[in-house]
Nanobody, 122 residues
């Protein structure tokens, strides 16, 4: 019954910033690691960032290191993805996901949100 829901997407110029949120509703995903993936038209879904439920350790794709930051709130009900220095190639639908294992591979993630569109213009 528990679900993930993304929000915060939008249109931004290259070099701008956006903050995405992934909220849990209808239950909890306690002890599940959280991650962000993205998918552009005609491309495979790719890993962006992940955060461990235990200790808050993080993983980032090389393409977003030093530009994106994944975090969670104190109540542990929301996971964020703060994106800065956005590039046109960051344009994609961004998805929030949860899994029992911390991984950069989408096949490990069982629970997914519906996605939020991020568009970066030149």
């Amino acid at each position: 019954q528990a679900q993930l829901a993304e929000s915060g997407g939008g249109l931004v110029q290259a070099g701008g910033s956006l903050r995405l949120s992934c909220a849990v509703s209808g239950g909890t995903f306690t002890n599940l690691h959280r991650a962000w993936f993205r998918q552009a038209p005609g491309k495979e879904r790719e890993f962006v960032a992940a955060i461990s439920w235990f200790g808050g350790g993080t993983l980032y794709a090389d393409s977003v290191k030093d530009r994106f930051t994944i975090s969670r709130n104190n109540a542990e009900t929301t996971v964020y993805l703060e994106m800065t220095s956005l590039k046109p190639e960051d344009t994609a639908i961004y998805y929030c996901a949860a899994a029992a294992a911390l991984s950069m591979q989408s096949r490990y993630y069982t629970y997914w949100g519906q996605g939020t569109q991020v568009t970066v213009s030149s």
